[in-house]
C-alpha cells in the first residue's frame, strides 16, 4: 500500500495547473483534429478504401477516441484545480476507465495492422478475397478484449491488475514486431531475378506493398518509443495508484503523460509525409471544406433576386 509519509508531496499549483491544462487542451486539440482528418481522408476518397485501409481506420478511431477522453481527463484534473473545485471521483474513474480502454484499443489495433500486413505478404491471393465483414470481426474482438481487460483492471484494482493490462500491451507489441521482421526477412529473401520475372503489375503491387510496410512499421515504431517511458515510469511506481501519481509527482507525471499521448498523432503525419495518394486526398477535403464554408458564409445572388 502507499504510505504517504515516505514521499514529499508536491502541491501543484494554480500557475501550473493552468499550464498542463492548457497543454493537454491542445495535444488533444491536435489529436482530434489529424486524426478526424484522416477519417474523412480515407472514408471520402474512394481510391483509398482499399482493404490495407480497413485497420488503419480502426486505429484512427481508437487514437480519435483516446484523444476525446484524454481531453476530458485532462480538464476535469488540471480545470478543476485551477479553479478550486471537487471532482467527483466517480466521473474521475469513468473518464480514466475510457481512456484506458481506447489506449489498449489502439495497442491492439497496431497489433491488427501488422498481422493484416503479414497477411498480404505471406498470402496474397488469400488477402485479397477476404471479405468486409472479417475485417469488422477482428475489429469487433479487439474491442470487446479491451473492454474486458479494463473491467478486469477495474475490479481487481491492485498491482497485479496493472501488470496483466500491460501484459496485454506488451503482447501487442511482441507481435508488432515479430510481424514487420517476418515481412522485411521475406523482402530480403527476395532476389532481383525474382523481381525481373514477375509482370509489371506485379512489380508495382510489390513495390507498394513494400513502401506501405514501411510507412506503418514508421508509425507503430514512433508510437511504440512514445509510450515506452511513460510505460516505465508507471511500472517503477506499481505500488501507486493514478491519482497518488498525480499528486506525489505532478510535473513528472504531466509530462510522461503527455509524451505519451503523442503516439495518437505520430499517425497521421507520417501518412502525410509518407503516402503521396493519403497527401493529395487529404488537401482535396481541406480544400473542400474551406470553399464549402466560405460558400455558406457568402451566399450567391442572383440578378432576379436583386431589387
Known amino acids: 500500500m502507499y504510505d504517504p509519509s515516505k514521499y514529499k508531496l508536491e502541491f501543484i499549483s494554480k500557475e501550473k495547473a493552468i499550464f498542463w491544462l492548457a497543454s493537454f487542451t491542445l495535444m488533444s486539440f491536435l489529436i482530434v483534429a489529424l486524426n478526424l482528418a484522416t477519417i474523412l481522408t480515407f472514408v471520402s ?3 483509398l478504401r482499399r482493404r490495407s485501409v480497413y485497420c ?3 486505429l484512427t478511431i481508437a487514437d480519435l477516441l483516446y484523444g476525446i477522453t484524454g481531453a476530458v ?11 478550486n473545485l471537487d471532482m467527483d471521483p466517480t466521473f474521475s474513474i469513468f473518464v480514466f476507465l475510457c481512456i484506458a480502454c481506447t489506449f489498449l484499443a489502439s495497442a491492439l489495433s497496431l497489433a491488427i495492422v501488422s498481422l493484416e500486413r503479414v497477411c498480404a505478404f505471406f498470402f496474397p491471393f488469400r488477402h485479397r478475397v477476404i471479405r468486409q465483414r472479417v475485417y469488422i470481426g477482428v475489429f469487433v474482438v479487439s474491442w470487446v478484449i479491451a473492454i474486458i481487460a479494463t473491467w478486469v483492471f477495474k475490479v481487481l ?3 497485479s491488475a496493472l501488470i496483466l493490462f500491460y501484459f496485454v500491451v506488451t503482447l501487442s507489441v511482441i507481435i508488432i ?4 521482421a517476418a515481412i522485411f526477412i521475406k523482402l530480403k529473401k527476395n532476389s532481383p531475378q525474382e523481381f525481373q520475372n514477375q509482370t509489371s503489375f506485379s512489380q508495382r503491387r510489390q513495390i507498394q506493398e513494400k513502401k506501405l ?3 506503418l512499421f514508421i508509425a507503430t515504431a514512433l508510437s511504440i518509443i512514445t509510450c515506452m517511458p511513460y510505460v516505465a515510469y508507471r511500472f517503477s511506481y506499481l505500488h501507486m495508484n493514478q491519482d497518488t501519481l498525480l499528486l506525489t509527482h505532478p510535473n513528472v507525471y504531466s509530462l510522461m503523460y503527455i509524451f505519451q499521448r503523442m503516439n495518437s498523432v505520430v499517425n497521421p503525419i507520417v501518412y502525410l509525409f509518407r503516402m503521396r495518394d493519403f497527401r493529395k486526398a487529404l488537401f482535396q477535403v481541406v480544400f473542400r471544406c474551406s470553399c464549402t464554408s466560405r460558400v455558406n458564409a457568402y451566399p450567391v ?3 432576379n433576386e436583386i431589387i
Open 213 to 215: 510496410a514501411k510507412t
Open 73 to 83: 481527463y485532462g480538464f476535469c484534473v488540471y480545470g478543476f484545480i485551477s479553479m
Open 301 to 303: 445572388v442572383h440578378r
Open 177 to 180: 514486431f515479430s510481424s514487420y
Open 56 to 58: 488503419l481506420i480502426n
Open 157 to 159: 484494482s491492485n498491482p
Open 45 to 47: 476518397n474512394r481510391y
